[in-house]
């Protein structure tokens, strides 16, 4: 059956000081465009042909999927990241001083998308890809905490389940099935 492959952009100077970036179009740190050049080399080795590749519309995705190989991806908006409203920018620590106990997958965030509007948004994706139609591999570059919620919708969880999920940049993880269920095949490789 179809595998969907999910790939965390590279690195950014925000990813690497832990800020929340949904909206702001971080460019990718020289790291980041040395990891966005490996992808391809490492999804190769994976035995991963992606027939079909979509990116969300931020540069940092877009830049890492055109750096592992392909030039034109498609592109949507369904991948990009969770919206962080308010709290764009800023790290859980500074967060945390404001708001002592804040927990993304509990409170969300002031003025931004709901866990429960992200993972509607990851189901319309995984509808339009019809993971259990076809045997090709589907690419689908995007961002840490949404891939996450995408993960928790492919297994039917609640959202906030993504929390367990972590995503390091650059990484690659591989949704499939084990006979007729839908199985995290690898998570995280980086």
């Known amino acids: 059956m179809k595998r969907l492959v999910l790939v965390r952009h590279g690195q950014t100077e925000w990813s690497l000081a832990g800020r929340h970036t949904s909206r702001t179009d971080v460019p990718l740190t020289d ?14 080795r994976l035995g991963v042909a992606p027939a079909h590749v ?9 830049d890492t999927a055109r750096l592992a190989g392909w030039d034109m991806p498609e592109v949507t908006h369904l991948l990009a990241e969770l919206d962080y ?3 764009e920018g800023r790290t ?7 708001r002592p106990d804040w ?8 003025g931004g998308e709901t866990l429960t509007q992200a993972a509607s948004r990851a189901t ?19 961002h840490g905490h949404f891939l996450r919620i995408l993960a ?15 995503l ?14 839908r199985a995290i095949r690898t998570w995280n490789l980086t």
């Open 31 to 44: 790291e980041g465009v040395r990891q966005g050049r490996q992808l391809g080399e490492r999804l190769q």
């Open 54 to 62: 979509l990116a969300s519309p931020r540069r940092r995705a877009l």
């Open 85 to 87: 409203g308010e709290y």
């Open 92 to 98: 859980t620590a500074e967060i945390r001083a404001d």
């Open 103 to 110: 927990d993304l997958f509990r409170d969300g965030c002031p």
């Open 124 to 142: 319309r994706l995984l509808d339009e890809l019809a993971p259990e139609d076809g045997d090709v591999d589907v690419a689908l570059f995007g």
């Open 152 to 166: 928790a919708a492919y297994l039917k969880l609640a959202p906030g389940k993504a929390r367990g999920l972590f």
């Open 168 to 181: 390091d940049t650059a990484s690659i993880s591989l949704l499939g099935h084990e006979h007729w269920w």
